[in-house]
């Protein structure tokens, strides 16, 4: 059986109403995108009003890296963390606001400037609606399940890394296929034959896992999707696993350079006949969301989901001003 990785953080599944007595604000902010200098020029006066310590960092990549840095040290246990965090970027922001308070979550909400945004429940222009409703205690806290990982090193000992949306082992560039040997509570599932294995999250479940074919989670649920990247196998289908497994990915074949990649921004070198392990993490990660979001609004908004060529027309609908909708074949709604 495969020996279950433990975290050194309680288990917490608490899901508690956000907080309100939120006085230490940290923004990060993904100043390489257009129009957030201006949004943080409207917001940093905005704020200094209503709280007591306020922080804006430019540049939420260079931040994650200083902060996972510092978390080495000793005493960085004890050193203060913001009550709230508003990131003004898109999903990689978010994720990378996630990975620099990984050990020590901290509520977080994001106004949406990337293509997407899956992870961030509200749009810039949004704003003040948006941050009035957190310091007034209106906003909804979505704990978000995330992936511990344990991985090899160079010096031979396990490491850990934790991700919010997915683990990918994946090949390099120039080279043949990887052979990944997937084991679930030391039960030999199947060895993939593919370009790389994607194991998701429930919130990484429309990420890149959707894109190689997997399918969309619920962000409440709790499971794990494991999804091969292009696999030789056409009968090798995405797998949603319970998220009390225990999952091991062992790379068995492998010419040339294999890496894990955890939520698209930390690197870990892999050689044949390697191990990752996988299992929930304990805690969740705080999410802010605005209260009466749509989940299913936010996927047909962000994929382009239509009912029908006629979205006027809700099928069966009866009654003055109902039309038929032709499904093809002679066939009538």
Same mark, same amino acid.
Request: with cysteine; hydrophobic share 40%.
């Given at each position: ?24 604000? $940290? ?46 040290? %000793?005493?960085?246990?004890?050193? &203060? ?38 992870? %961030? ?88 896992? $959707? ?26 289908? &995405? ?42 993490? &304990? ?5 802010? %969301?605005?209260?009466? $979001?749509?989940?299913?609004?936010? $996927? ?34």
């Amino acid at each position: 059986m495969t020996k279950p990785i433990r975290a050194s953080v309680k288990r917490d599944d608490s899901s508690a109403k956000a907080r309100v007595d939120y006085q230490r604000v $940290l923004v990060l902010a993904d100043g390489e995108k257009s129009n957030v200098s201006a949004l943080v020029a409207d917001l940093e006066p905005w704020l200094k009003k209503r709280v007591r310590e306020l922080s804006i960092q430019m540049d939420v990549r260079a931040f994650c890296k200083e902060r996972q840095a510092s978390t080495s040290r %000793a005493a960085s246990a004890d050193a &203060p963390v913001p009550d709230v965090v508003v990131v003004l970027g898109g999903d990689g922001a978010i994720l990378a606001a996630a990975r620099a308070f990984a050990e020590r979550p901290v509520p977080t909400i994001g106004l949406n400037f990337g293509r997407v945004g899956y992870l %961030a429940s509200a749009e810039t222009h949004h704003w003040q609606e948006t941050l009035t409703e957190v310091f007034e205690g209106r906003a909804v806290l979505e704990p978000r399940m995330r992936v511990l990982a344990e991985l090899p090193s160079a010096t031979g000992a396990r490491i850990q890394a934790i991700a919010m949306n997915d683990v990918v082992v994946t090949r390099g560039a120039y080279q043949g296929m990887l052979e990944v040997a997937l084991e679930v509570d030391g039960h030999w599932v199947t060895n993939y034959r593919a370009d790389g294995l994607i194991v998701a999250t429930p919130s990484g479940s429309t990420a890149y896992s $959707l894109a190689a074919g997997g399918p969309i989670l619920a962000p409440a649920m709790q499971g794990f999707v494991v999804t091969p990247i292009c696999p030789q196998s056409l009968s090798h289908r &995405p797998v949603v696993m319970h998220s009390d497994n225990q999952l091991s990915l062992k790379v068995t074949r492998s010419i040339g350079v294999t890496t894990v990649v955890v939520d698209g921004q930390g690197f870990f070198p892999m050689s044949e006949g390697d191990t990752v392990k996988l299992a929930r993490h &304990p805690v969740p990660y705080p999410l802010l %969301a605005r209260p009466g $979001l749509d989940p299913f609004k936010r $996927l047909r908004d962000r994929l382009g989901w239509r009912g029908s060529f006629e979205p006027d027309v809700f099928p069966g609908e009866v009654g003055p001003g109902a039309r038929d909708i032709d499904i093809g074949d002679g066939g009538r709604l």
